[in-house]
């Protein structure tokens, strides 16, 4: 298990409490070196889980008794939903997507959110915008919530900014494909 300083363990266990382990695993991995493994990343918030009596809710069905599966991006899930998980390439980004067999799937949850993120007032996406360019993206989750109100599910929240996150990532790809040098380039 990861050691955690006291007010971040405190934090991902208010998350997991709430039933949002998406949300905490975000924030352990956050505030993670880069050198920790998914796995132990995982392995962390099973054992605060336990250690607090809290179950794991699968984050399709939102069953108890879900586990982490390393070969899915959507976790943690039961074994029924893990069971009907597909692959799909998003049309739109060219992300590759986990989807429920049944449900069917027609764009990732980061490009459903374009409507939303543009309905957005402009000067609330320039100030988010530019926070996610500063590779502050937790706390413009955060500003976000705080400018609109938090009259939406912080999971919409996540979606806009990793939506912002993509638009930086492709400009970025452009650029080094165009034939210029990139940031971290020496």
Excluded at 29 to 38: E, F, I, L
Excluded at 117 to 139: F, H, K, T, Y
Excluded at 161 to 181: E, K, P
């Amino acid at each position: 298990m990861i050691e955690l300083p006291d007010d971040l363990r405190d934090k991902i266990e208010t998350h997991l409490a709430e039933g949002d382990v998406l949300l905490a695993r975000f924030w352990l991995r956050r505030h993670c070196p880069q050198t920790v493994s998914s796995d132990e990343v995982d392995d962390t918030l099973l054992a605060l889980a336990e250690s607090k009596g809290l179950p794991i809710a699968c984050t399709c069905c939102g069953e108890p008794g879900a586990v982490f599966r390393p070969h899915l991006v959507l976790n943690p899930t039961c074994e029924r939903c893990a069971a009907q998980r597909r692959t799909w390439t998003c049309p739109e980004c060219g992300s590759q997507i986990e989807y429920d067999a049944d449900a069917g799937c027609s764009s990732c949850s980061s490009c459903e959110a374009r409507p939303l993120w543009e309905a957005l007032p402009q000067s609330v996406r320039d100030e988010i915008g530019e926070m996610v360019d500063n590779d502050r993206a937790i706390p413009s989750i955060y500003r976000l919530m705080e400018l609109d109100g938090g009259k939406r599910p912080n999971t919409e929240y996540m979606r806009m900014v990793s939506y912002r996150m993509r638009l930086r990532r492709a400009d970025q790809n452009r650029r080094n494909s165009s034939g210029s040098i990139p940031r971290n380039a020496s």
